[in-house]
């Protein structure tokens, strides 16, 4: 009781931070989201519109009027297909980090991690000669290999934590029961991962989704994710920050949908399961 | 015919040796048990024989075949874990009936082979549930009949009983020696408990810091242990042993002195199981006086912890009532045929 009467202002302090990061991580969104509904002249009002009549404009203009619905399609086929290549190669090699050992593992692991240190943009030019001269670049492929190649690396740590708290008698057991090595991987310790491997690949699609400087920088048309797309309304003539909002909307929805789903196996997959329950 | 380890040796790349050029053969059929400490290689030996570890020497041969490099599921061998490994995503029928879907095996007869081993095991209530549903003891029987489910020749069980408590741990016990005399294949029991080895097996093989020490049926490990670890290891209480010298068929260690025929003169170490001890009056011949330390009731028998000078042994007679007070004089005869005598240095036996 006196615990709990001692701590009464630090849990008020607590909620009171808590609530101001909400309301600076919201308002912009909240923003964002009135802003689709406004028409030219309640967006540039000299005071913010909180009250407004809503135009329902905005959305048809830039996804059926500007031609915006495929980027879309775009958006979603590149976030599947290298979420899809970052689990078929990331959930083995993290399973092998997970069981095996072999020299210099702890090395190798870690220079996995190292390829997120860099900043992005610092390899950006070279990713882009390197497409080139492959001659994928504008194209959409360009932007899955990408995305995949730093998704990896976010796949085999998160993974390794899965798998390693699988005990290895799992394996073993299906080894005798008839399994290869690979067949007790696929049939039997991929299965009991899955709630893992789900929220690798919701963060893998989240972050793919978002990825705006990579797809920027290697497409310009074809195969142009929603990301890319939206710098197109930033026109000479001015900007249409009534689309651009509409655009910013549905490109957050998934985001929003899936976080709200797993967020629970996300926190845990980010501590590398430290948070058990 | 049977399964022989042939100068099986393993060292792990982190360098520790677990089993050093170890020779066991055995028939088919027999219930063996691999009996030590921890850190004297049961486990790897058990686990060279699954496939499960390489070893680094040696070669595994099974009816005469050689099965060294074959993976286990080429080896015909069902494996039950300490940890019991279930699988916890599938259901019990769903662990129990794996092995018989890996190997294609049709519905129907997949369903009867299931149902029988389940039978056989009493789980047949629980085939619905999921592994997190069960109790330890039936999570373990699970883990049996998933092991023994496709009738494999030989079943390994590495420490299965160990997690249970007590009382399920003896149920368990008599369940698996119904279970070899009905399926009437070779057991190999992975265990560090005496007393299971003594209950279970048809011959138990003592190992030591990866070296074999004795395999010999039950009773020929107790009555003539082939070393002084053999000696004490084996019995609870364990052998009293007392270092000394022995001249002229007389043994003397401290304060004590008996007649221990036989035995060639030399540094000696001399043994007894504290149930044969005799306590006798103080005016027979070869009494050895002792003093009572401590006395434990341990029905239908009484220990009674006795000292003499530097020396200290445990006795174990029949609970008649009588108390043995603290600081006592107890006066003992040490049965020259059940003396045994070990090697000072070595250890081994010698007689």
Redesign the interface.
């Known amino acids: 009781m006196i615990d709990r009467a001692a701590s009464r202002p630090w849990t008020a302090f607590a909620w009171a931070v808590l609530l101001v990061a909400v309301v600076v991580a919201l308002t912009p969104y909240l923003w964002i989201v009135l802003a689709s509904f406004k028409t030219r002249v309640d967006l540039f009002s000299s005071a913010p519109k909180w009250l407004f009549s809503p135009t329902f404009a905005n959305y048809p203009a830039v996804f059926i009027g500007k031609e915006y619905w495929p980027l879309a399609i775009n958006s979603l086929i590149i976030s599947l297909s290298s979420t899809a290549l970052c689990i078929l190669i990331g959930a083995p090699a993290a399973y092998v980090f997970a069981r095996a050992?072999f020299p210099g593992k702890e090395d190798l692991f870690f220079f996995f991690l190292t390829t997120r240190m860099a900043p992005p943009i610092s390899i950006a030019v070279p990713l882009f000669l390197f497409f080139t001269s492959l001659g994928l670049i504008d194209t959409i492929y360009a932007v899955v290999i990408a995305h995949t190649s730093f998704n990896l690396s976010l796949v085999v740590w998160m993974m390794r934590g899965f798998f390693a708290e699988i005990?290895k008698?799992?394996d073993?057991?299906?080894?005798?029961?008839?399994?290869?090595?690979l067949?007790a991987f696929v049939f039997?310790i991929a299965?009991?991962a899955?709630p893992g491997i789900a929220a690798t690949a919701v963060l893998c699609f989240i972050l793919s989704w978002n990825e705006f400087l990579y797809a920027f920088i290697l497409v310009a048309f074809e195969g142009r994710p929603l990301t890319v797309g939206i710098p197109g309304l930033v026109t000479p003539h001015g900007t249409l920050w009534g689309q651009v909002a509409a655009v910013a909307v549905v490109a957050t929805l998934p985001i929003l949908i899936f976080t709200f789903l797993v967020q629970r196996q996300l926190v845990r997959g980010l501590t590398f399961g430290a948070v058990k329950g | 015919m049977g399964i022989v380890f042939d100068g099986i040796s393993k060292v792990f790349p982190d360098g520790t040796a677990a089993l050093h050029g170890l020779d066991l053969a055995f028939d088919t059929g027999e219930f063996i048990v691999l009996l030590g400490p921890s850190g004297s290689g049961k486990t790897t030996a058990c686990r060279v024989l699954a496939g499960l570890e390489h070893p680094t020497g040696g070669r595994i041969l099974v009816d005469g075949k050689d099965v060294t490099d074959l993976p286990p599921r080429f080896r015909g061998m069902g494996m039950v874990f300490q940890n019991y490994a279930l699988y916890s995503h599938k259901s019990v029928y769903e662990n129990i009936a794996y092995p018989l879907r890996v190997r294609k095996m049709a519905g129907t007869e997949i369903d009867r082979s299931v149902r029988n081993m389940a039978d056989l095991l009493q789980i047949g209530r629980y085939l619905a549930r999921k592994p997190s549903q069960l109790s330890g003891g039936q999570a373990q029987r699970v883990a049996v009949a998933r092991a023994l489910v496709w009738q494999p020749d030989i079943c390994l069980m590495d420490e299965p009983l160990s997690n249970l408590d007590a009382l399920l741990r003896l149920h368990m016990r008599t369940e698996l020696k119904r279970l070899h005399r009905e399926l009437k294949k070779t057991f190999v029991f992975v265990t560090h408990d005496q007393e299971e080895a003594m209950t279970l097996a048809t011959r138990v093989a003592v190992l030591r810091d990866g070296r074999l020490v004795q395999f010999d049926e039950p009773k020929t490990v107790y009555r003539r242990p082939a070393s002084r670890f053999v000696a004490e290891f084996m019995g609870r209480p364990a052998m009293n042993t007392f270092e000394g010298m022995l001249y002229a068929g007389m043994f003397r260690a401290g304060d004590i002195a008996c007649a221990a025929p036989g035995i060639p003169d030399g540094p000696v170490v001399l043994g007894i199981r504290p149930e044969q001890v005799e306590i006798v009056d103080s005016s027979a011949a070869d009494a050895v006086r002792f003093e009572v330390d401590v006395m434990e009731l341990v029905e239908p028998d009484v220990l009674v912890f006795v000292r003499s000078g530097t020396s200290s042994m445990i006795v174990r007679t029949p609970n008649d009532d009588r108390t043995f007070a603290h600081g006592e004089p107890l006066f003992l005869r040490f049965p020259p045929a059940a003396l045994h005598a070990f090697d000072a240095v070595t250890g081994a036996r010698l007689t």
């Open positions: 050992d005990p008698e799992i073993e057991a299906a080894v005798m029961d008839g399994r290869s090595r067949g039997i299965p009991l899955a």
